[in-house]
T-cell receptor
Framework: AQTVTQSQPEMSVQEAETVTLSCTYD???????LFWYKQPPSRQMILVIR??????QNATENRFSVNFQKAAKSFSLKISDSQLGDTAMYFC???????????????FGKGTKLTVNP | NAGVTQTPKFRVLKTGQSMTLLCAQD?????MYWYRQDPGMGLRLIHY???????AKGEVPDGYNVSRLKKQNFLLGLESAAPSQTSVYFC?????????????FGSGTRLTVV
Protein backbone atom coordinates (compact mmCIF):
# COMPACT_ATOMS: atom_id res chain seq x y z
CA ALA A 1 0.00 0.00 0.00
CA GLN A 2 1.10 3.50 -0.73
CA THR A 3 2.00 5.86 2.10
CA VAL A 4 2.59 9.59 2.12
CA THR A 5 4.65 11.28 4.82
CA GLN A 6 4.73 14.96 5.67
CA SER A 7 7.35 15.41 8.35
CA GLN A 8 6.56 19.04 9.22
CA PRO A 9 3.33 19.35 11.23
CA GLU A 10 3.61 23.13 11.39
CA MET A 11 5.63 25.82 9.65
CA SER A 12 5.65 29.57 9.59
CA VAL A 13 7.06 32.13 7.17
CA GLN A 14 7.18 35.88 6.89
CA GLU A 15 5.13 37.55 4.23
CA ALA A 16 7.00 37.87 0.90
CA GLU A 17 9.52 35.18 1.82
CA THR A 18 9.88 31.67 0.39
CA VAL A 19 8.96 28.46 2.17
CA THR A 20 9.34 24.79 1.25
CA LEU A 21 7.02 22.04 2.48
CA SER A 22 8.34 18.48 2.43
CA CYS A 23 6.62 15.30 1.30
CA THR A 24 7.93 11.79 0.80
CA TYR A 25 6.00 8.78 -0.41
CA ASP A 26 6.40 5.08 -0.73
CA UNK A 27 5.30 3.11 -3.76
CA UNK A 28 6.50 0.34 -6.04
CA UNK A 29 4.63 1.79 -9.00
CA UNK A 30 6.42 3.51 -11.86
CA UNK A 31 3.48 5.60 -13.05
CA UNK A 32 1.41 7.69 -10.67
CA UNK A 33 0.32 11.22 -9.86
CA LEU A 34 1.23 13.52 -7.01
CA PHE A 35 -0.71 16.49 -5.75
CA TRP A 36 -0.56 19.33 -3.27
CA TYR A 37 -3.89 20.47 -1.84
CA LYS A 38 -4.55 23.58 0.19
CA GLN A 39 -7.22 23.67 2.89
CA PRO A 40 -7.92 27.14 4.27
CA PRO A 41 -10.10 27.66 7.36
CA SER A 42 -13.16 27.44 5.11
CA ARG A 43 -12.39 23.67 4.88
CA GLN A 44 -12.57 23.69 1.10
CA MET A 45 -9.99 21.40 -0.54
CA ILE A 46 -8.22 23.36 -3.26
CA LEU A 47 -5.81 21.79 -5.72
CA VAL A 48 -2.56 23.75 -5.75
CA ILE A 49 -0.40 21.77 -8.14
CA ARG A 50 -0.07 18.32 -9.68
CA UNK A 51 2.76 16.27 -11.12
CA UNK A 52 2.73 13.21 -13.35
CA UNK A 53 5.51 10.81 -12.38
CA UNK A 54 6.51 10.14 -15.99
CA UNK A 55 7.29 13.83 -16.51
CA UNK A 56 10.78 14.84 -15.52
CA GLN A 57 10.03 18.55 -15.59
CA ASN A 58 8.89 19.97 -12.28
CA ALA A 59 5.39 21.46 -12.30
CA THR A 60 4.92 25.18 -11.71
CA GLU A 61 1.80 27.23 -11.05
CA ASN A 62 2.49 30.92 -10.56
CA ARG A 63 4.14 31.26 -7.11
CA PHE A 64 3.93 27.51 -6.45
CA SER A 65 6.47 25.01 -7.73
CA VAL A 66 7.52 21.50 -6.86
CA ASN A 67 10.81 19.68 -6.60
CA PHE A 68 10.02 16.16 -7.75
CA GLN A 69 12.78 13.63 -7.09
CA LYS A 70 11.42 10.32 -8.36
CA ALA A 71 14.33 8.15 -7.29
CA ALA A 72 14.24 9.60 -3.80
CA LYS A 73 10.41 9.51 -3.74
CA SER A 74 10.32 13.12 -2.69
CA PHE A 75 7.81 15.79 -3.71
CA SER A 76 8.33 19.13 -2.00
CA LEU A 77 6.29 22.29 -2.51
CA LYS A 78 7.92 25.70 -2.74
CA ILE A 79 5.84 28.80 -2.19
CA SER A 80 7.52 31.99 -3.34
CA ASP A 81 6.57 35.52 -2.28
CA SER A 82 4.33 34.16 0.48
CA GLN A 83 1.05 35.96 1.01
CA LEU A 84 -1.26 36.11 4.02
CA GLY A 85 -3.84 34.19 2.00
CA ASP A 86 -1.46 31.25 1.79
CA THR A 87 -2.12 30.52 5.46
CA ALA A 88 -3.73 27.06 5.42
CA MET A 89 -3.24 23.34 5.88
CA TYR A 90 -1.34 21.81 2.99
CA PHE A 91 -1.75 18.15 2.09
CA CYS A 92 0.45 16.08 -0.14
CA UNK A 93 -1.42 13.29 -1.95
CA UNK A 94 -0.64 10.29 -4.15
CA UNK A 95 -2.80 8.61 -6.76
CA UNK A 96 -2.38 5.49 -8.87
CA UNK A 97 -3.90 5.92 -12.31
CA UNK A 98 -6.72 3.84 -13.71
CA UNK A 99 -5.67 0.47 -15.02
CA UNK A 100 -3.36 -0.32 -12.16
CA UNK A 101 -6.09 -1.40 -9.78
CA UNK A 102 -6.03 1.81 -7.82
CA UNK A 103 -9.51 3.08 -8.67
CA UNK A 104 -7.82 6.47 -8.65
CA UNK A 105 -8.05 6.84 -4.90
CA UNK A 106 -6.15 9.68 -3.28
CA UNK A 107 -3.84 8.79 -0.42
CA PHE A 108 -3.10 11.81 1.75
CA GLY A 109 -0.31 12.79 4.08
CA LYS A 110 -1.18 14.12 7.52
CA GLY A 111 -0.75 17.71 6.48
CA THR A 112 1.42 20.72 7.27
CA LYS A 113 -0.12 23.77 8.89
CA LEU A 114 1.43 26.84 7.28
CA THR A 115 1.13 30.28 8.85
CA VAL A 116 2.20 33.36 6.95
CA ASN A 117 3.06 36.20 9.31
CA PRO A 118 2.74 39.87 8.37
CA ASN B 1 -22.77 26.12 -10.02
CA ALA B 2 -21.70 22.60 -10.90
CA GLY B 3 -19.98 20.69 -8.16
CA VAL B 4 -20.36 18.44 -5.16
CA THR B 5 -22.95 19.27 -2.53
CA GLN B 6 -22.91 17.72 0.93
CA THR B 7 -25.89 17.70 3.26
CA PRO B 8 -25.95 18.56 6.14
CA LYS B 9 -22.99 20.86 6.83
CA PHE B 10 -23.11 20.37 10.60
CA ARG B 11 -24.70 17.79 12.86
CA VAL B 12 -24.58 16.74 16.48
CA LEU B 13 -25.59 13.18 17.31
CA LYS B 14 -25.96 11.28 20.52
CA THR B 15 -24.13 8.00 20.89
CA GLY B 16 -26.16 5.21 19.36
CA GLN B 17 -28.19 7.40 17.02
CA SER B 18 -28.16 6.86 13.29
CA MET B 19 -27.89 9.28 10.43
CA THR B 20 -27.17 9.53 6.72
CA LEU B 21 -24.89 12.00 5.02
CA LEU B 22 -25.83 12.85 1.46
CA CYS B 23 -23.42 13.67 -1.31
CA ALA B 24 -24.77 14.88 -4.64
CA GLN B 25 -22.82 15.74 -7.79
CA ASP B 26 -24.10 17.16 -11.04
CA UNK B 27 -21.04 16.53 -13.24
CA UNK B 28 -22.01 13.00 -14.30
CA UNK B 29 -18.88 11.63 -12.62
CA UNK B 30 -18.55 7.86 -12.37
CA UNK B 31 -16.38 7.71 -9.27
CA MET B 32 -17.35 8.99 -5.85
CA TYR B 33 -15.54 8.84 -2.51
CA TRP B 34 -16.12 9.43 1.17
CA TYR B 35 -13.20 10.60 3.30
CA ARG B 36 -12.96 11.53 6.95
CA GLN B 37 -10.58 14.12 8.29
CA ASP B 38 -9.30 14.04 11.84
CA PRO B 39 -6.73 16.36 13.46
CA GLY B 40 -3.21 15.18 12.74
CA MET B 41 -4.44 12.34 10.52
CA GLY B 42 -5.07 13.92 7.14
CA LEU B 43 -7.92 12.55 5.04
CA ARG B 44 -8.60 8.85 5.12
CA LEU B 45 -10.79 6.96 2.67
CA ILE B 46 -13.91 5.35 4.16
CA HIS B 47 -15.72 3.92 1.13
CA TYR B 48 -15.84 4.60 -2.55
CA UNK B 49 -17.89 3.79 -5.62
CA UNK B 50 -16.80 3.28 -9.22
CA UNK B 51 -20.29 3.48 -10.63
CA UNK B 52 -24.01 3.31 -9.95
CA UNK B 53 -24.88 0.30 -7.86
CA UNK B 54 -21.26 -0.40 -6.82
CA UNK B 55 -19.44 0.28 -3.56
CA ALA B 56 -16.11 -0.76 -2.09
CA LYS B 57 -14.30 -0.42 1.22
CA GLY B 58 -11.55 2.05 1.76
CA GLU B 59 -9.00 2.38 4.53
CA VAL B 60 -11.36 2.94 7.48
CA PRO B 61 -14.78 1.41 6.63
CA ASP B 62 -15.82 0.02 10.03
CA GLY B 63 -19.00 1.54 11.44
CA TYR B 64 -20.11 2.97 8.11
CA ASN B 65 -22.29 1.82 5.24
CA VAL B 66 -22.76 3.38 1.84
CA SER B 67 -25.12 3.20 -1.10
CA ARG B 68 -25.00 4.44 -4.68
CA LEU B 69 -28.50 3.81 -6.01
CA LYS B 70 -28.29 6.77 -8.37
CA LYS B 71 -25.20 7.87 -10.22
CA GLN B 72 -25.35 11.39 -8.88
CA ASN B 73 -25.79 10.46 -5.21
CA PHE B 74 -23.51 8.72 -2.74
CA LEU B 75 -24.89 8.17 0.75
CA LEU B 76 -22.85 7.52 3.87
CA GLY B 77 -24.69 5.95 6.78
CA LEU B 78 -23.87 5.61 10.44
CA GLU B 79 -26.12 2.97 11.98
CA SER B 80 -25.06 3.46 15.60
CA ALA B 81 -22.90 6.54 16.04
CA ALA B 82 -19.89 6.44 18.35
CA PRO B 83 -17.76 9.30 19.72
CA SER B 84 -14.86 7.95 17.62
CA GLN B 85 -16.85 8.95 14.54
CA THR B 86 -16.65 12.61 15.46
CA SER B 87 -14.91 14.02 12.41
CA VAL B 88 -15.22 16.15 9.32
CA TYR B 89 -16.50 14.15 6.38
CA PHE B 90 -15.67 14.98 2.79
CA CYS B 91 -17.23 13.66 -0.35
CA UNK B 92 -15.43 13.82 -3.67
CA UNK B 93 -16.06 12.80 -7.25
CA UNK B 94 -14.12 12.45 -10.47
CA UNK B 95 -14.34 10.99 -13.93
CA UNK B 96 -11.99 8.02 -14.40
CA UNK B 97 -9.20 8.03 -16.91
CA UNK B 98 -8.82 11.78 -17.10
CA UNK B 99 -5.17 11.59 -16.26
CA UNK B 100 -4.17 13.96 -13.55
CA UNK B 101 -7.37 15.97 -13.61
CA UNK B 102 -8.43 16.83 -10.17
CA UNK B 103 -11.04 15.54 -7.85
CA UNK B 104 -13.97 17.78 -7.04
CA PHE B 105 -14.54 17.98 -3.30
CA GLY B 106 -17.58 18.97 -1.34
CA SER B 107 -17.28 21.53 1.44
CA GLY B 108 -17.46 18.94 4.21
CA THR B 109 -19.81 17.90 7.01
CA ARG B 110 -18.74 18.45 10.59
CA LEU B 111 -20.19 15.66 12.73
CA THR B 112 -19.98 15.58 16.49
CA VAL B 113 -21.05 12.50 18.43
CA VAL B 114 -21.63 13.11 22.13
Amino acid sequence: AQTVTQSQPEMSVQEAETVTLSCTYDTSESNYYLFWYKQPPSRQMILVIRQEAYKQQNATENRFSVNFQKAAKSFSLKISDSQLGDTAMYFCAFMKPLGQGGSEKLVFGKGTKLTVNP
Amino acid sequence: NAGVTQTPKFRVLKTGQSMTLLCAQDMNHEYMYWYRQDPGMGLRLIHYSVGEGTTAKGEVPDGYNVSRLKKQNFLLGLESAAPSQTSVYFCASRQPGQGASQYTFGSGTRLTVV
